[in-house]
């Protein structure tokens, strides 16, 4: 069966400071991978999809990077973290019946 | 960027009681999902509708959809006290694409 581990699961950063946090999707190859962001009180807001190694689309510019090095790892990074990058933020992939698995979150406060 | 809007924002009922959640989008869909997500935690699939279809049910949910109103609603019979938790209704507008969630209606079921 597949899973999907995110990590970590929170992470207390200061202003300026880098960013990595890292997905990976069991069980499944070649999914189509997200990156969400949901503020307090907020829905969901898409930052980051890969159709593929490589092969990422942006949707909000911003400080945020992604990169797919492997066919089931995403990685959202930052150099320098600002106040409103605080959230909590979602991986997932879909499958082919066309809904999304997401992964557990990580909860990020800057400082 | 967010399509779907839930209303109610907060919905508080008690134990056994049935409770009703809206969504309503603003572009042609190929179908349209609802998820559950627990504080602090990664949202679950609960249930998908394609725009060919009218109602679907799994379990204690009932999902409607009129597309002639872009809007959907998901009832949840008995409620329990477990089914607290937010619920989001997503939108698929174009396969393979990433979905587009709305701001969540927040449920609390007291017993």
């Known amino acids: 069966s597949q899973t999907i581990h995110q990590w970590p699961a929170t992470l207390v950063q200061p202003v300026g400071s880098p960013l990595s946090l890292e997905c990976t999707v069991e069980g499944t190859s070649n999914p189509n991978l997200y990156w969400y962001r949901q503020a307090a009180g907020r829905g969901l807001q898409l930052l980051f999809y890969s159709v593929g190694i490589g092969q990422i689309s942006s949707e909000v510019p911003q400080n945020l990077s992604a990169s797919r090095p492997q066919d089931r790892q995403f990685i959202l990074s930052s150099k320098k973290l600002l106040l409103s990058d605080s959230g909590f933020y979602l991986c997932?992939?879909?499958?082919?019946?066309?809904?999304?698995?997401f992964g557990s979150g990580t909860q990020l406060s800057v400082l | 960027s967010q399509q779907g809007e839930e209303d109610p924002q907060a919905l508080s009922i008690q134990e056994g009681e049935n409770a009703t959640m809206n969504c309503s989008y603003k572009t042609s869909i190929n179908n349209l999902q609802w998820y559950r997500q627990n504080s602090g935690r990664g949202l679950v699939h609960l249930i998908l509708i394609r725009s060919n279809e009218r109602e679907k049910h799994s379990g204690r949910l009932r999902v409607t959809l009129d597309t002639s109103k872009k809007s959907s609603s998901l009832l949840i019979t008995a409620s329990r006290a477990a089914d607290t938790a937010s619920y989001f209704c997503?939108?698929?507008?174009?396969?393979?694409?990433?979905?587009?969630f709305g701001k969540g209606t927040s449920l609390l079921v007291t017993p």
């Open positions: 997503a939108t698929d507008v174009s396969a393979g694409y990433a979905l587009n």
């Open positions: 997932a992939w879909r499958g082919q019946r066309e809904k999304l698995f």
